[in-house]
């Protein structure tokens, strides 16, 4: 079946869906945003990791998303294949000169030529949690597009009843514009298109770059909900002075962990102070990410890290590899 005709019957879908309630509850329990699906168990970004975190009881379900070579936003976690994908097999002759393999140059019929799985060190080539999924394996898993996450999403909330919302980010869409095309028009247009244009709508859409979520805003006027997503490298973003800055444009933050807190020799969490500035400017503070399988330093189990999250520190929302896990801390809780 062509990619057309598929589009079409998305299309067809998602406006029988229209009626259907598509705003994730936002009360007073924090939000569990599954960190690329429920990739502590399946290999990240696939539908099928996807699927398994709306099952696990995420509130928003995330997608990186980049564009190939013909305009279609697709949902991996880097603007390169190399890490998640077979693409040194299928195409191995399409490297540029740096030896990486750009989703870019590809168009969306090649990217499905190509089969996932588990995220590899690049410099080993071995998984890079050895926990995980198989890395090698005959499980047919492909990258999706992100009309086709959109629709499947739909489809379960229409089906279960439940309003699971969604969380894209832009990749590097200063790299895009060097390479000749705007990836946020593109994706604001796709997301209008299945009902996601206003602020109440159930979707954030998140980006590491400022000056990006700004023209988001500004220039094309989105009036979604926009996270300012903060690395540690991104220092001033954190400074009083940053956050003024962030709040002109964003709705929230999404800081790594550890600019939230640390913990100390015997286990005891240390708070910066972030959400407090944060909820005072009027932002929310989604940070990331909880991993089991990869704890912070000193903490003593993904529930400890998770109680330090949300007792302690007052998280809004985390982003977790473990949407399972994280959702019954937080039912024991209540």
Known sequence: MS???????????????????????????????????ASGYLPEHTLEAKAMAYAMGADYIEQDVVLTRDDVPIVVHDIILDTVTNVTEVFPDRARPDGHFYAIDFTLAEIKRLKVHERIDPQTGQPAFPERFLLETVVDFRIPTLEEEIVMILGLNRSTGRAVGIYPELKEPAFHQREGKDIGPIVLELLARYGYARREDSVF???????????????LGTDLKLIQLISSSQATLVTPQGLDVV???????????????????QGQPHYTGLIEQAHARGLVVHAYTARA?????NAQSFEHLLEAVFGGAGLDAVF??????????????E
């Open 3 to 37: 990619y057309k005709i598929v589009r079409a019957a998305c299309t067809l879908l998602a406006a029988l869906m229209m009626s259907v309630p598509v705003h994730a509850q936002e009360g007073a329990r924090p939000m569990i945003i599954a960190h690329r699906g």
């Open 205 to 219: 859409v998140q980006c590491f770059d400022p000056d990006y979520l700004r023209y988001l805003r500004e220039t």
């Open 247 to 265: 709040a002109e444009y964003a709705d929230g933050i999404g800081p790594s962990l550890g600019l939230v807190l640390s913990f100390d020799g």
């Open 293 to 297: 399988d990869a704890l912070p330093a």
């Open 320 to 333: 977790t590899d473990h949407p399972d896990r994280a959702a019954a801390f937080l039912r024991a809780r």
